[in-house]
């Protein structure tokens, strides 16, 4: 049955507004994924066929889409960002609210969307905090059909090298694929989601399987010369390396 959502968060980031602009409509390859930018005005085009109801840079933008493309559980999205400048501009204050129309499954589906939220916005501020303006090589890829397992997100940190008790902040020695020692700090723990940011990468870790699907990566790499295929190759290797252990 169709029923109406709303998801709304607010939080503070040690960046201006003009960066956090910058990072919800040009720059979202950095903290959740690339997309085209949307025509700057009212009444543009936005990303994934969406209309920009409001731009007023660097303060508001936000965009509607009815009728979502490939997504058969929703039929109206709308995604609004209010910015405003704190310390004189160098800090600013964000509210973000998801709202639109779930078809299917609603309970799930919020569960679900509301605890992404969560993980984007806090990539987001690691985004601005550490990357912002860095050229990024982005990729994402579900693991195999064995990673929708109960098991498969505390599977993925064990092999990770986590323990059941390494804390959110804890900076870790992880192991990567073929052996690769990284030196990261662990940005993010929950029974949902891992994240890892070393020196020039932003390793997200979804937990999909709590809602029937297959784990997620995400890799964000700033490192100069990055390849986003061969990263891809690479993490997803180590992934399905994971789930084939017997």
Excluded: C
Excluded at 155 to 164: F, I, M, Q
Excluded at 230 to 245: D, I, M, R
């Amino acid at each position: 049955m169709s029923k109406e959502f709303e998801i709304a968060r607010e939080f503070e980031v040690d960046a201006s507004p003009e960066q956090v602009w910058e990072a919800v409509t040009a720059g979202t390859g950095g903290w959740l994924w690339p997309m085209e930018a949307p025509e700057p005005r009212e009444g543009g085009q936005g990303p994934f066929g969406s209309t920009v109801t409001a731009w007023d840079p660097p303060h508001r933008y936000t965009n509607r889409v009815e009728d979502v493309e490939s997504i058969s559980e929703q039929t109206l999205n709308q995604l609004d960002y209010t910015i405003e400048p704190r310390d004189e501009g160098r800090r600013a204050w964000v509210r973000y609210v998801h709202s639109g129309i779930f078809v299917d499954d609603w309970d799930n589906q919020y569960d679900a969307a509301g605890r992404h939220t969560d993980f984007y916005l806090h990539t987001l501020r690691q985004y601005l905090t550490h990357f912002d303006g860095r050229p990024v090589a982005f990729t994402t890829f579900d693991g195999p059909d064995t990673s929708k397992g109960a098991d498969a997100l505390a599977a993925v940190g064990r092999a990770l090298g986590l323990a059941d008790d390494t804390a959110e902040g804890a900076r870790i020695r992880a192991r990567g694929p073929e052996g690769q020692v990284l030196d990261a700090v662990l940005d993010f723990r929950d029974p949902y989601f891992i994240g890892l940011r070393t020196e020039d990468t932003l390793l997200r870790v979804f937990g999909r399987n709590h809602w029937g699907y297959p784990v997620g990566i995400s890799v964000h790499d700033f490192a100069p010369g990055a390849d986003a295929q061969a990263v891809e190759t690479a993490w997803k290797g180590w992934l399905n390396g994971v789930f084939s252990q017997p």
